[in-house]
């Protein structure tokens, strides 16, 4: 059974910095994708970013510039360091894992992680 489990949520002033790290209960070499998504009160979940197991990243056209996705292989760890914060950051966020199976994907999720931006 994968588990996925996230830390490093908090309060931050705007401006501010937070690093948020999922560990994994296995090899994360063994996902074809892990990511990184949020979910802000009353709207979907959506992609914050993602790094493949080639090590492709991409990331939300909001976040590009501000936030970098990185991963210990050694540790089963992605990490997601966010810069500039802003109250519009304030959400959930939710560390995946993606598996591309024969009739599409399987996701695994962490419990998700709080980050509140606000002065």
């Known amino acids: 059974q994968v588990q996925l489990v996230e830390s490093g949520g908090g309060l931050v002033q705007p401006g501010g910095s937070l690093r948020l790290s999922c560990a994994a209960s296995?090899?994360?070499?063994?996902?074809?994708?892990m990511g990184w998504y949020r979910q802000a009160p009353g709207k979907q979940r959506d992609l914050v970013a993602v790094?493949?197991?080639?090590?492709?990243?991409n990331y939300a056209d909001s976040v590009k510039g501000r936030f970098t996705i990185s991963r210990d292989v050694a540790k089963n760890t992605v990490l997601l360091q966010m810069n500039s914060l802003k109250p519009e950051d304030t959400a959930v966020y939710f560390c995946?894992?993606?598996?591309?199976?024969?009739?599409?994907?399987?996701?695994?999720w962490g419990q998700g992680t709080q980050v509140t931006v606000s002065s």
């Open positions: 995946n894992a993606r598996t591309m199976i024969v009739v599409g994907a399987r996701d695994y």
């Open positions: 296995g090899s994360i070499l063994s996902f074809n994708a």
């Open positions: 790094i493949t197991r080639g090590g492709t990243t």
